[in-house]
């Protein structure tokens, strides 16, 4: 600020989250014309922040309507708080949509296992036949018995195959849904299914999230605030010039 008490409408701004660190020269009467605090949401202004954080996210109607009740339970939080658990609450419905998703795949294919443990069993069965027609039966029905045995290798490959690709697209579509990346294409044949964050979702939010400032560091910080605007044998002003006749008006 060296060279700037010449200069007309310069306006000083500054910030910080430790004011019990200032310079005491900077606490002398004069100085500083105006202190604003950045403090804590209140009940309202925690209910803007929700509704904010709303718009990237699909809330319930359930939750909308209680977002009150979310802003009374969250007293001491901050913004970053409020974004930490609601981002909470969202993993716990992607953690829902996942864990339908597996126990359908599940149900599938056990449906498919039942299907070919069937079709072995029909197939396993012995012939006892007699004579030379028979031997040559035999023999046909042994090569015929090969050819099948290597056609079912070749299916089990072929499944196993399909298995595998889709365990990856089920991968896949897990980190697509951490990431909120639901834009990309993702496996065929595949239904999409939007993330809605309904009330148990936000309770368990509620639940994995605390404030980040205890209740002692709150009280500490505000006593700083105290200290800082009474300090130094003044208070802070307002800021609106003196209106007296030969009254002096100083920017600094």
């Known amino acids: 600020m060296d060279g700037a008490e010449g200069l007309s409408g310069v306006y000083v701004l500054a910030a910080t989250s430790r004011p019990d660190l200032i ?28 509704l904010a954080l709303s718009k990237k996210l699909r809330l319930s109607e359930e939750v909308l309507e209680n977002l009150p009740e979310i802003a ?8 970053a708080d409020l974004q930490a658990m609601i981002y909470n609450s969202h993993l716990e419905a992607i953690h829902d949509i996942l864990g339908n998703q597996e126990d359908l795949d599940t149900s ?58 889709i365990k990856f697209q089920n991968r896949q579509r897990r980190i697509n849904a951490v990431y909120e990346i639901d834009r ?30 205890s209740v002692a560091e709150r009280e500490r910080l505000a006593a700083i605030y105290r200290e800082f605007l009474t300090a130094r044998d003044g208070e802070v002003r307002s800021g609106d010039g003196g209106r007296e006749v030969g009254g002096r008006v100083s920017l600094m």
Request: proline fraction near 3%; charged fraction near 35%; charge should be positive.
């Open 108 to 165: 599938k294919e056990s449906k498919k296992s039942l299907n070919r443990n069937t079709d072995t069993v029909a197939s396993d069965f012995l012939q006892f036949r007699y004579g030379r027609e028979e031997e040559r039966l035999e023999v046909e029905a042994h090569a015929r018995s090969q050819a099948t045995k290597a056609r079912i290798h070749i299916e089990k490959a072929t499944i196993m195959s399909k298995l595998s690709e």
């Open 23 to 50: 310079d005491p020269a900077l606490l002398r009467p004069g100085r500083l014309d105006k202190s604003l605090i950045c403090d804590l949401p209140s009940e309202e202004e925690r209910i803007d922040i929700l």
């Open 184 to 213: 990309r294409e993702t496996a065929p044949n595949v239904e999409k299914k939007h993330v809605m964050i309904e009330w148990q979702h936000i309770v368990k939010g509620l639940n994995s999230t605390k404030a980040s400032i």
């Open 72 to 79: 009374s339970r969250t007293t001491g939080y901050s913004g």
